[in-house]
Antibody
Framework: EVQLVESGGGLVQPGGSLRLSCAAS????????MHWVRQAPGKGLVWVSR????????SYADSVKGRFTISRDNAKNTLYLQMNSLRAEDTAVYYC??????????????????WGQGTLVTVSS | QPVLTQPPSASASLGASVTLTCTLS???????VDWYQQRPGKGPRFVMR????????SKGDGIPDRFSVLGSGLNRYLTIKNIQEEDESDYHC?????????????FGGGTKLTVL
């Protein structure tokens, strides 16, 4: 069974740091790009970051650029999100998601599938 | 980058049908959109991708035949027929834009579907 399990969330003070982990199982982790997506309480989904399969290429939302770092350890089948200089507006449930690539009529299509269950990060004094 | 707009809520009676709408901002009529279902307290689940030609690829694992999509102009629709209690969820649409360091993935605000 393909599974993603996030951990590492918790309560942190503004300006603090936290590292989230996402343990992958049931598929060849090293073959897939991965993403982090967050959801503030009662709000919609917001894409945070992505990383390619070998970790050599990353992208970030403007709201976290320079503060968050995505990385992966393919030997441990684990995705990470290092979050520094945390702000109240970073409070959210953080989900990891696999980038599922499919060839459809000669075009590469990709979407998020599956997602983890999420881990809650609360930034508050 | 595109902006995706969804009505915040929708409702339908058990056994009825409902169509949810995701509207792309002007200039992005060729974009494909993904639909995700999120049950209360759970992570999202891929439903299917839709373009102006309809479904792109196949449905997500376990998505019943009652779910279908259509695309027209700036609108991307998700229709659920014979609504069941387990369909009560938040439904999010999303689309990717750009590449490399300019890559972003944008989502609509989500529609909360209530089954009456």
């Amino acid at each position: 069974e393909v599974q993603l399990v996030e951990s590492g969330g918790g309560l942190v003070q503004p300006g603090g740091s936290l590292r989230l982990s996402c343990a992958a199982s049931g598929f060849t982790f090293s073959s897939y790009w991965m993403h982090w997506v967050r959801q503030a309480p009662g709000k919609g989904l917001v894409w945070v970051s992505r990383i390619n399969s070998d970790g050599s290429s990353t992208s970030y939302a403007d709201s976290v650029k320079g503060r968050f770092t995505i990385s992966r350890d393919n030997a441990k089948n684990t995705l990470y999100l290092q979050m520094n200089s945390l702000r109240a507006e970073d409070t959210a449930v953080y989900y990891c998601a696999r980038d599922r690539l499919t060839m459809v009529r000669g075009v590469i299509e990709n979407w998020f599938d599956p997602w983890g269950q999420g881990t809650l990060v609360t930034v508050s004094s | 980058q595109p902006v995706l707009t969804q009505p915040p809520s929708a409702s339908a009676s058990l056994g009825a049908s409902v169509t949810l709408t995701c509207t792309l901002s002007s200039g992005y009529s060729n974009y494909k959109v993904d639909w995700y279902q999120q049950r209360p307290g759970k992570g999202p689940r891929f439903v299917m991708r839709v373009g102006t030609g309809g479904i792109v690829g196949s449905k997500g694992d376990g998505i019943p035949d009652r779910f279908s999509v259509l695309g027209s102009g700036l609108n991307r629709y998700l229709t659920i027929k014979n609504i069941q209690e387990e369909d009560e969820s938040d439904y999010h649409c999303g689309a990717d834009h750009g590449s490399g360091s300019n890559f972003v993935w944008v989502f609509g605000g989500g529609t909360k579907l209530t089954v009456l």
